[in-house]
Structure formats: structure tokens, C-alpha cells
């Protein structure tokens, strides 16, 4: 398993993120539909992970998720089994959150998962170019011996 904060699986992108911040506290950026690398809109969620925990693992068939971590830190994960993808069997990891925001970009047909990293509750929001659709992922568990990753809290 590679674990690298560069991107190593093909169509993964990690983009900073502006934080404008004063006395009164901050506005976080996340996407804008002018933006050059904005895709589509289907809709934004925000998942609250409690410390320790692992949200892992899934895949979906035609979304791109867009995640970005406000509040809390996370560690994501990717895993990359597509047939005829260049970084077929590849695995990579980042680690992001308020302190190191950042957009992560995952394409459609890699697993990914994430943990919260830290003592506090992590909030990321996803803003997909998909509508959820249960019948548009796959879904395997955390310890799933085919994803050579082991989560660590």
C-alpha cells in the first residue's frame, strides 16, 4: 500500500481551499459552479464522524465526490480496482481538515472511506455531481481483505 499525500490514483484531485477569517469567524469555501474543475451539481450532504470511527467502504458507479472537511480532521482513504485504470491496485491516503482545508476530488468506480482523526466529531460535506441513488453504490466493510488498507485511528 502506498500512503502519500500526492494524488496516485488516476482522477484523484486534492485542491486548497480559501479560509477567510477574522474576529468574528470564517467563511469556507468549498465549490463554485465557475470554477474550472466543477463537474456537475446533484447534491450536498454533510457527514458528522465521530472520533475513532471509520465510514469505509464504498463506491460509487457514475457519482464524483467532492469532499471538503470544515470542522475536525479526517484521514481519507482511496483504493483504485478499476479494470483499466493506470493506478489499478493502488491505495493512497490524505489527511485534511479545518487546519489543512482542502477539496478532494474522487472519481467514480474507486473505494474510499474515511476516519475522524483526533479527540472531536469531523464534519465533511460532499457536494456530488449525483443525487444519492442506493442502487448506484457498492458498499464492502472496513476490513474488507480485498482493499489492502488498514484503518488506524
Not at 4 to 33: C, F, K, N
Not at 43 to 63: D, Q
Not at 65 to 85: E, F, K, T
Not at 111 to 133: E, K, R
Request: aromatic residues 8%; contains cysteine; glycine residues 6%.
Amino acid at each position: 500500500m502506498t500512503r502519500t499525500a500526492d494524488p496516485i490514483v488516476h482522477g484523484v484531485e486534492i485542491r486548497a481551499l480559501a479560509v477567510i477569517a477574522d474576529a468574528r469567524g470564517a467563511v469556507l469555501h468549498m465549490l463554485r459552479a465557475d470554477a474550472p474543475h466543477f463537474q456537475k451539481f446533484g447534491e450536498i450532504y454533510f457527514s458528522l464522524v465521530n472520533p475513532g470511527c471509520v465510514k469505509a467502504w464504498h463506491r460509487h458507479r457514475t457519482m464524483v465526490l467532492n469532499y471538503a472537511v470544515p470542522r475536525g480532521r479526517v484521514r481519507v482513504a482511496i483504493h483504485d480496482d478499476r479494470d483499466a485504470s493506470p493506478t489499478r491496485g493502488a491505495t493512497m491516503e490524505i489527511e485534511t481538515g479545518e487546519s489543512d482545508y482542502r477539496l478532494i476530488t474522487i472519481p467514480a468506480g474507486t473505494w474510499s472511506g474515511f476516519c475522524a482523526i483526533g479527540d472531536a466529531p469531523a464534519l465533511v460535506a460532499n457536494c456530488a455531481t449525483l443525487p444519492h441513488d442506493p442502487d448506484e453504490i457498492d458498499r464492502r466493510p472496513s476490513d474488507d481483505p480485498s482493499i489492502p488498507y488498514v484503518w488506524t485511528t
